[in-house]
């Protein structure tokens, strides 16, 4: 499956950003699917991950409460609702597809396929 991220950009502290991940090839209803972010230099970490069908959802500690994640199969994608930004949540951020079905996946190595990135900054 290809994935391609958009939806980055620019924003003030305390300012909301929509990310947007459309998907392309295999059936997307099969893959649960994340949102992972990175600072140059550091660790990839989990932002957020929901089930093929949307009814679960997990997030980070960090974003809780303050982004949302839902999907729509019928149109291949799946969305980052992030409200109330910070400047710590400044970093690019990469959709990802995963097979597992049994839970919905936290870590990056479950994760079968990434997009390019969107970059969020939000200066301090």
């Known amino acids: 499956v290809q994935l391609q991220a958009s939806g980055g950009g620019l924003v003030q502290a305390g300012g909301s950003l929509r990310l947007s991940c459309a998907a392309s090839?295999?059936?997307?209803?099969?893959?649960?699917m994340g949102w992972f972010r990175q600072d140059p230099g550091k660790e990839r970490d989990f932002v957020a991950a929901?089930?093929?069908?949307?009814?679960?959802?997990n997030y980070g500690d960090s974003v809780k409460g303050r982004f949302t994640i839902s999907r729509d199969n019928g149109m291949n994608t799946v969305t980052l609702q992030m409200s109330n930004l910070k400047p710590e949540d400044t970093a690019t951020y990469y959709c990802?597809?995963?097979?597992?079905?049994?839970?919905?996946?936290?870590?990056?190595?479950?994760?079968?396929?990434w997009g390019q990135g969107t970059l969020v900054t939000v200066p301090s």
């Open positions: 090839g295999r059936p997307f209803s099969r893959y649960s």
């Open positions: 929901i089930s093929w069908g949307g009814g679960i959802t």
């Open positions: 990802a597809a995963s097979r597992i079905s049994l839970y919905v996946p936290g870590t990056a190595s479950d994760y079968d396929y």
